[in-house]
């Protein structure tokens, strides 16, 4: 049975129609190059926040090394989609081939599933910071950290090798037009022309799992972080815990609440156009947020960035 999938899916015309975001818009041109804009401005800050904090002895603890996976993590992400997005609208082209499909798909659910146990494990990071600051350099020294992170990679590894092969293993004998932008998993399943509703339940009690944890984690740490910021008598004290988490949980609810949408509401409550701009979100407006977010509202990070500004225009006074 599994040889006769395979073949079916991999005999005569194989690959695949990403409809895409810009047949949706009256003026495509213009869409086309605010992504671009979007996709370079992503690169950059995720970029210039990965060397900043790497640069900058200051910033050498757990927060900014778990920041620095985030930016990580984003930068891939927002690079599995939108270069071929973008090259594809400028050339004319439509289609992409199974295998890959495949390996988009594999990508987009590994780092997607990686930040998400990410995120929880920033959020334990701050509870243990406000919660417990005299025992902080012991509960989250340095190994602590590293696994942490590579369990975060790990998970979504698992969540990538888990759907990808049976998604991809499935009969499309309908039509070839994924209604995307890219081959996420809600569209492509729905090109299969046998029964999948067994694989849907599975993959959504899959998808409560991952996520059910990680805000299982996030809520309870939340939760005693407020009520250890509400007791806290300095004033300059509640105000730096309450911008540190808020910056935490304006990533999360932004990237949780578009992946809850996604893969956990029933169909009825799905289109095509919802979908895309849903998605939208978490792959392409998360990851230009993320070091605004970062950066903008932590005076850590704004002191080292103009320090680097500062160094560099100094460089270029000597040089002159």
């Known amino acids: 049975?599994?040889?006769?999938?395979?073949?079916?899916?991999?005999?005569?015309?194989?690959?695949?129609?990403?409809?895409?975001?810009?047949?949706?818009?009256?003026?495509?041109?213009?869409?086309?190059?605010?992504?671009?804009?979007?996709?370079?401005?992503?690169?950059?800050?995720?970029?210039?926040?990965?060397?900043?904090?790497?640069?900058?002895?200051?910033?050498?603890?757990?927060?900014?090394?778990?920041?620095?996976?985030?930016?990580?993590?984003?930068?891939?992400?927002?690079?599995v989609t939108v270069p071929k997005m973008l090259m594809d609208q400028i050339m004319g082209v439509k289609q992409i081939s199974a295998p890959e499909c495949g390996m988009q798909m594999f990508l987009y659910l590994t780092l997607g599933g990686s930040e998400v146990f990410l995120l929880a494990a920033m959020a334990y990071d701050r509870y243990v910071a406000i919660c417990h600051p005299l025992r902080y350099p012991i509960l989250m020294n340095h190994r602590v950290c590293l696994l942490l992170v590579s369990s975060s990679w790990f998970l979504g590894s698992v969540d990538g090798f888990v759907l990808t092969p049976v998604t991809m293993t499935f009969p499309f004998c309908r039509s070839r037009e994924i209604h995307h932008f890219f081959c996420e998993v809600p569209a492509v399943m729905k090109l299969s022309c046998s029964d999948t509703s067994l694989y849907e339940t599975l993959m959504y009690l899959c998808c409560v799992l991952m996520l059910l944890i990680p805000v299982t984690v996030i809520s309870s740490s939340y939760y005693f972080i407020l009520y250890t910021i509400h007791r806290m008598n300095s004033?300059?004290?509640?105000?730096?815990?309450?911008?540190?988490?808020?910056?935490?949980?304006?990533?999360?609810i932004l990237f949780y609440g578009a992946s809850i949408y996604t893969y956990m509401l029933p169909t009825p409550y799905?289109?095509?156009?919802?979908?895309?701009?849903?998605?939208?979100?978490?792959?392409?407006?998360?990851?230009?947020?993320?070091?605004?977010?970062?950066?903008?509202?932590?005076?850590?990070?704004?002191r080292a960035l103009k320090k680097m500004l500062n160094v560099g225009s100094v460089f270029q006074e000597s040089i002159k």
């Open 235 to 252: 004033a300059e004290g509640r105000k730096k815990a309450f911008a540190t988490c808020s910056s935490h949980m304006m990533v999360v």
């Open 1 to 79: 049975m599994e040889n006769t999938t395979w073949v079916a899916n991999h005999t005569g015309r194989s690959d695949f129609d990403l409809v895409g975001l810009f047949s949706q818009f009256k003026y495509p041109a213009l869409l086309c190059l605010v992504i671009f804009v979007v996709f370079l401005m992503a690169l950059s800050g995720n970029t210039i926040l990965i060397l900043l904090i790497h640069c900058d002895a200051h910033l050498h603890n757990p927060m900014y090394f778990f920041i620095t996976q985030l930016s990580l993590m984003d930068v891939m992400y927002i690079s």
């Open 270 to 302: 799905h289109t095509p156009e919802k979908d895309m701009i849903v998605s939208l979100f978490y792959t392409i407006l998360t990851p230009v947020l993320n070091p605004l977010i970062y950066s903008l509202r932590n005076k850590d990070v704004t």
